[in-house]
């Protein structure tokens, strides 16, 4: 299935499967911290259903453009009416804006969807980004997909994501490849609890992509497990994500080789 009709599939139900709780927000103010909070126009890579485009227009002030590939989330994006922000349909590795336009360019939860197209993403970003503007990358490291909550009940889970992030260590080095420099990678570990009803019907909406990419009686045999062990009275479930932000500088000069 096309990454972008899963995504389309996944858009009206996004925002209400995926909350922006105290977990959101924490990734949110931890990229405002890393520098974002000082920057004016921003590119949103990814952006989805827009969340984290109004957050950075209400909270920050910037002027924010988001692209996706997805029609569907854009067209939750652009619901929002959203002054100070628009939304364009585009891939990230053929971005429509001036060499430079940007001081600072976010991809949360994007960059595994890019594909082969990773090394021209990235170079496309060292074009768009002025020199001095930083890019803000979230992502996952391996060992988040081997200990996820979900494994014990979505066996063939962690080898589809294994295979779908890259190890930041390689975006690291693909960044610098593009031109960028001073890549810091930080870590940020988020520890809470998931009601299983509650991550019963999570899946049952499929509410992150890879579970449009297993096996469907895969998917109902979870459900249906998470469901009983909720009506027989178990602990919610233990979750831990394992964030890690990449965060790199575009230098001067740094897209010449890319264009």
Do not use: N
């Amino acid at each position: 299935m096309d990454t972008s009709e899963i995504f389309d599939r996944m858009a009206p139900r996004y925002e209400e499967l995926r909350m922006a709780d105290a977990s959101w927000w924490e990734v949110f103010d931890a990229t405002l911290a890393a520098g974002l909070g000082g920057a004016t126009r921003v590119l949103d890579v990814g952006c989805g259903t827009g969340r984290f485009a109004a957050a950075v227009v209400e909270r920050v002030g910037a002027r924010v453009w988001g692209v996706d590939p997805s029609a569907g989330m854009l067209a939750e994006a652009r619901a929002r009416k959203l002054r100070g922000a628009s939304f364009r349909q585009a891939p990230a590795d053929a971005l429509r804006f001036r060499d430079g336009w940007f001081d600072a360019a976010v991809l949360r939860l994007s960059v595994h969807t890019l594909g082969e197209t990773r090394p021209a993403a990235f170079a496309e970003l060292a074009r768009v980004l002025a020199p001095g503007g930083s890019v803000y990358l979230w992502t996952f490291p391996p060992e988040h997909f081997r200990e996820f909550y979900l494994a014990p009940y979505l066996p063939s889970l962690p080898a589809i994501d294994l295979a779908r992030f890259p190890d930041p260590a390689l975006l690291a080095d693909e960044l610098r490849a593009a031109g960028f420099a001073d890549v810091i990678e930080q870590p940020l570990d988020q520890h809470g609890t998931l009601a299983r009803d509650v991550a019963a019907e999570r899946l049952r909406g499929g509410y992150i992509s890879t579970i449009h990419l297993l096996p469907p009686d895969e998917v109902e045999h979870a459900i249906a497990r998470l469901e009983r062990e909720h009506r027989d009275g178990a602990p919610p479930l233990a979750t831990h994500v394992r964030w890690r932000l990449l965060r790199a500088v575009a230098s001067p000069g740094a897209d010449a080789d890319s264009r």
